[in-house]
């Protein structure tokens, strides 16, 4: 049966082949239903005419009523404009315009009453308004002052032919009486009425013409609380599916190889959060069923040690485990700190990355597939078919966000029945994400650094005070402390400009620490694999007391006497980043300094995120304050993630109490119907089907 929100929106009166060119290229309209979930971004109040003198700046735009008292033209050419003072019974004011001066002439005439709609400015001691929009006044003329106004995004190109959002208002005003009574309903009666929610019909209709703000606020909620209730249903109803179907491997024992590592070999006590987590993920792993979890742990936090002990579970039942960090300079970290940890303990470690020489990898892959060989750490190399397990039973995935869903999956296959799933992250989720984009992941929080560690100080300095930067570096370099200087390097297609910021920087800093005294090494994305490593250890060493380099640093180095982290042109990096590389100081017993040096004049955005900085240590302060600046869209994006849905009107980071509520809901629904059998539930079985049909497939563990 064909629909009529499927017509090809060429067909809907007043569009045209032309047009709908435009609509499908420009906002990807290409149905009547593309067109009835194009949602206006915001409306504006056409209920309420203003007079003159109750205007203030900080109004939104307004109305006013007026009749034109004088006009009058000022400059020439390109500054040409026109103006035109208006009065009410309350006070004049002027409106403004530089364009399409000739036609707007021709329209103006005295003893009329028009109404202007527009931003008004203040200009000295009397308002502006630049380009209103202008139309006769008739106080019964419902069409423009009976209700809230939407307002669609449009583009340039659209604008330039002549569809503004005035336009697409008029189609959708065309379409609402065509798609009546033929929407059909998303949800279940019940659920509509126990949530006292709009139909689906009235919501839409009600979206985009609304009476007033509350029927609006209604209308968004219904689409908003749909929205929702997919997106955790798609999620929580694969992970019923996965704890009834899927069987987790049981590690009964906790053995010899794991009491000997705590009671000898482990260097200090275990924090209360550390050991909360540990005995978090044992009852996951002795539960029979498999474990997905996210661990998430500020940098510093000790989730290595966390993740060393679980793979120890493993291995004394009889298991594999392995680990995979993002970088091979992470790979190598841990399996340096690992091997020191375990000292002369009986458990046997492999370390396999993108430089491991041929003839090690077969012997690698051989003792994997023997099962002599217990733990294996690496690169995303472990992903690889050739990469076989005997007995696989625990994956630890280490600053995951650089990971794809599809990249994860592959590791599941590693063993008949998939192994447990830990997965570790410095940067704190929000609490709306982690149980949206990582929905099916259970959450444990070390939520306490080790004892001793002092809150890096971090202060905020302009270009203009790079020698008080110096004179830090100095004192600190005195101490016999190290520095890291680091250049964003933000775009590829930046890439050359941004090696000459650090090329630059690497020069100053050498003519203020000289050399033999001074040592400075630089390490960038760009060199040579063994150049990179040579500079690393030098710094790693302490026989380097400066490092200058871009964000390679950024995840995972650890070199406890660096207490100095400079950050240049910090107002270009995104809030997680620079906590991130906060992260590589303070992780010694000593007092640790970032220093932020930026431009003086910042946006907005980059102040508040230098502010925040300044102002808490708290890693999940900041990922909060970075989901409401840079929006749920983006960081979902970094983290390549896998939303089940696009979310039109829900906002992963204002909705957060809403997501809440709903995901309750459909925990209920799922525990007395965890498949969707029951005849009520089948329209939302459908329903979800069909979504899930429609969204890039990927067969996945979160
Ligand atoms: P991250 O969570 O950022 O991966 P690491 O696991 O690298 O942190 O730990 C950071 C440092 O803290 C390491 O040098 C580690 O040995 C140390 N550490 C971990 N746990 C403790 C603890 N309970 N007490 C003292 N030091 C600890
Ligand atoms: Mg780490």
Redesign the pocket.
Known sequence: MSNVLDNDIMYLPGVGPKRSELLKKELGIFTFGDLLYFFPYRHIDRTKIYKIAELTEELPYVQVVGRIINISEAGAGRNRRLKAIITDSTGTMEMVWFKGINWVIKRLKPNIDYLFFGKASRFGSTFSMAHPEMDIYSPNQEMLTGMLQPVYSTTEKLKSNHITSKTIMGYVKALLPIVKGKIQETLTLPIIEKHKLMTLQEALFNVHFPQNPLILRKAQYRIKFEELFYTQLSILSRQKVRQVRVNGHVFKHVGVNFNRFYYEK??????NA?KRVIKEIRNDMISGKQMNRLLQ???????????LMCMLLAVDNGYQACIMAPTEILAN?HFE?ITN?LGDLPVTVGLLTGSTKKSERNTLHKSLEAGELQILIGTHALIEDVVRFKNLGLVVI??QQRFGVAQRAKLWEKNDDPPHVLV?T?TPIPRTLAMTVYGDLDVSI?DE?????KPVKTIHYTDAKRNLVFGLMREQIEKGRQVYVVYPLIKESEKLENLKDLEDGYESIVRAFPPPKYVTVVVHGQMKAEDKDYAMNLFAQGKAQIMVATTVIEV?V?V?NATVMVIESAERFGLSQLHQLR?RVG?GADESYCVLVSQVKLTKESRKRLETMVSTNDGFQIAEVDLQLRGPGDITGTLQSGMPFDLKMANLATDGQLIQHVRGVVNDLLDSDPLLEQPQNSLLKNQLNKLEIHRTDYTGIS
Do not use: C, H, Y
């Open positions: 482990l260097p200090f006590p275990l924090t550390q742990g500020d940098v510093g936090s000790g989730k290595t040690v966390v993740a970290q700190s940890l280490d600053e570790m410095a070390i650094l080790p004892p001793g560690r995972g650890n406890p992260g992780r």
